[in-house]
């Protein structure tokens, strides 16, 4: 829970002596649970291949990639232009890109604190560190203290691009391993407010987020599939050049709607049919 | 560690060689040295010289990862002024030093986190210098047999106590304690992780300065009581002096464990790089807790892999001239002290 890196799980299906094929699995730490509840659901139907999951950051599964380790990258944020080049290079192969799942970013704050909505405006000032009292939102008059995640997440990266529109936190916002951490964080503090996933977004009630002088939209699975919410982003898993084998065999399970209601069950959203994709903010390319 | 006890043990040999050199041959001639003792000599010698060649080559390596920055750092867009001087980047108003390595203008200045490092160092030396050195003081002068024999194991057992679990106590209750206590706005701040700190610097303290106020020569505690001085003043006026030389040493290792702390900081301090020098109600990030967090997922020779290295060779010199100092100044109070 403390620090978000080499969690490493190997789910064996149960009665299998037969020669197994193997399927590794590695990066985001946002998608390691629902990595695994994919690696079970897929051995259950498939029990000759053993899936590994490990996490350790959206970053760290693409450099697997890179460097040939892993078969499947997990990734929370869009592969940099630089990690694709790299790929090529190392690979010999073109990196292709699949959506699996609609993540949206929740704000938290503490179940003491009565705002309940902000604009993408004032929430990148908060996190600038230009406002830094609760009653200039409508709080009460108390500090407002500000919790990250720390700069290797993905999650961070994206909330910096998105939010802060590639300007710098505040310095005094405290850097966290996990959006657990955060939540935890933020739970037991009433001048808090944090980011994170909203798959583990329980015991705190997050804010309705405004685009401009628009409404205000919940992070629900109707606002983020319809490309209300402001701050929702697709979750990729990346391959090195087109999928074969059981690496094929499980983007299909993942895809598949037995695949996807894994997706709700864990917290995230599952993607919408494909005619109504939205074009969400988190996928400039 | 004690100067008293190793320096005459280490002017021994010097004169013994002399003394058995007139014996020494027919004694070699009755008995050859079996080989397997050779040998054996030989391997403890690798043995100890392996920690010397060990410590020689971390250094190198963590150089070679950080040296090729002077020199590539402008190939990257990187100027090497701002790993240290203030700029003013877009989107600020005035020039400032910040440690924001990931993002579309990364900035690497490394003064906040040296700030961090030392705020933090300091002050939990500040709490744990007087705590240890006067259990110390108490233990080995003033407690009774049975107390000694409960107090010294308890605390040289907080010794032994895994850092991540320390780190988890201020993290969970100190935390919450002083937030209590002096309502602190940061939960997590600077002086948590000072407290943190202090619990695993106060047995490395404790245990040095007692070995040093034991081995002070029973001869001068005895002079004094036969002077008539008082418990006190034998103490504090003859004992303690005279075991100034261990305090000190033990003082800085007590610093460089600090310093190179890395759990309990990185889970009790906020890991804000925050600068502010005296406010210890602030978050702070530190040099160590800097590069555990982030080197995991670095790129290989990138300027902020490089970096990440620089700051690990910045706390190695550090580390390293402070051993050095609190040799030559221990060396220096005990000459002094035994030459009178």
């Given amino acids: 829970m403390l620090v978000g890196c080499g969690n490493s799980y190997e789910v064996t299906p149960g009665s299998t002596s037969r020669l197994q094929e193997s399927l590794t699995i590695k990066?985001?730490?946002?998608?390691?649970?629902?990595?695994?509840?994919?690696?079970?659901?897929?051995?259950?139907?498939?029990?000759?291949?053993?899936?590994?999951?490990?996490?350790?950051?959206?970053?760290?599964?693409?450099?697997?990639?890179?460097?040939?380790?892993?078969?499947?990258?997990?990734?929370?944020?869009?592969?940099?232009?630089?990690?694709?080049?790299?790929?090529?290079?190392?690979?010999?192969v073109e990196v292709v890109e699949h959506k699996v799942a609609i993540d949206a970013i929740a704000v938290y704050v503490s179940d003491d604190n009565p705002v309940k909505t902000i604009d993408l405006a004032t929430l990148k000032k908060v996190f600038r560190g230009k406002i830094k009292n609760w009653k200039e939102l409508g709080g009460p008059d108390m500090p407002i203290v500000l919790y990250s995640r720390e700069n290797n997440s993905g999650t961070y990266a994206y909330f910096k691009e998105v939010v802060l529109d590639d300007e710098d936190f505040a310095a005094e916002a405290q850097t966290l391993p996990g959006t657990a951490a955060v939540i935890h964080a933020v739970a037991r503090d009433?001048?808090?407010?944090?980011?994170?996933?909203?798959?583990?977004?329980?015991?705190?009630?997050?804010?309705?987020?405004?685009?401009?002088?628009?409404?205000?939209?919940?992070?629900?699975l109707e606002n983020a599939t319809q490309g209300l919410y402001p701050l929702a982003r697709f979750l990729f898993i990346y391959t090195a050049g087109e999928a074969g084998g059981p690496a094929q065999q499980y983007l299909e399970y993942v895809l598949s709607e037995a695949g996807q209601s894994v997706v709700e069950g864990v917290g995230y959203f599952p993607l919408p049919p494909e005619a109504e994709t939205p074009d969400l903010p988190s996928n400039p390319d | 560690m004690i100067r008293s006890e190793s320096e005459p043990g280490r002017s021994a040999p010097k004169n013994a060689p002399r003394q058995v050199e007139a014996r020494k041959k027919p004694l070699t001639e009755a008995l050859p040295t079996p080989t397997w003792h050779r040998v054996a000599e030989r391997l403890i010698a690798v043995m100890a010289l392996s920690a010397v060649v060990a410590i020689a080559l971390i250094f190198l390596f963590v150089a070679r990862e950080a040296l090729p920055l002077f020199w590539e750092a402008a190939d990257e867009g990187l100027a090497l002024r701002d790993l240290v001087l203030p700029r003013q980047w877009p989107g600020y108003d005035e020039p400032v030093v910040v440690w924001q390595p990931v993002g579309g203008t990364p900035k690497f200045n490394m003064i906040p986190l040296f700030v961090g490092s030392l705020k933090v160092t300091l002050l939990s030396m500040a709490m744990a210098v007087?705590?240890?050195?006067?259990?110390?003081?108490?233990?080995?002068?003033?407690?009774?047999?049975?107390?000694?024999?409960?107090?010294?194991?308890?605390?040289?057992?907080?010794?032994?106590?895994?850092?991540?679990?320390?780190?988890?106590?201020?993290?969970m209750v100190v935390a919450t304690f002083t937030q209590d206590l002096f309502g602190f706005t940061y939960r997590l701040n600077g002086f948590v992780a000072a407290v943190g700190l202090a619990m695993t610097i106060v047995p490395v303290i404790f245990t040095i300065s007692e070995d040093a106020i034991q081995a002070v020569p029973k001869s001068l505690s005895e002079a004094a009581a036969a002077l008539g001085a008082r418990k006190y003043q034998i103490a504090l006026r003859v004992i303690v002096p005279a075991a100034i030389p261990g305090i000190t040493a033990a003082v800085i290792l007590g610093f460089g464990r600090a310093i190179g702390e890395t759990m309990i900081v990185l889970m009790a301090s906020g890991n804000a790089a925050v600068v502010e020098l005296f406010d210890f109600s602030t978050s702070v990030r530190t040099v160590t807790a800097t590069i555990a967090a982030e080197l995991g997922e670095v790129a290989r020779g990138e300027a902020h892999w490089r970096i990440l290295f620089l700051l690990g060779v910045m706390l190695f010199a550090i580390t390293f001239v402070l051993n050095l100092f609190g040799k030559w100044a221990t060396d220096r109070l005990h000459r002094k002290l035994t030459a009178a």
């Fill in chain 1, 27 to 92: 990066g985001s730490d946002t998608m390691v649970i629902l990595a695994q509840r994919w690696a079970e659901g897929f051995m259950a139907a498939n029990p000759s291949v053993a899936v590994q999951v490990s996490g350790g950051g959206s970053g760290t599964g693409i450099a697997a990639l890179i460097n040939g380790t892993t078969e499947l990258a997990n990734s929370s944020r869009p592969i940099k232009d630089r990690e694709r080049a790299h790929v090529k290079t190392t690979r010999g």
């Fill in chain 1, 190 to 220: 009433r001048r808090g407010i944090g980011y994170g996933g909203i798959a583990f977004g329980e015991g705190v009630h997050t804010l309705e987020i405004a685009d401009g002088e628009g409404p205000a939209y919940a992070p629900t």
């Fill in chain 2, 130 to 171: 007087p705590i240890g050195v006067g259990c110390a003081i108490f233990v080995a002068i003033y407690a009774p047999r049975w107390l000694r024999e409960i107090v010294k194991p308890a605390i040289e057992l907080l010794a032994g106590v895994p850092s991540v679990v320390l780190g988890f106590f201020a993290l």
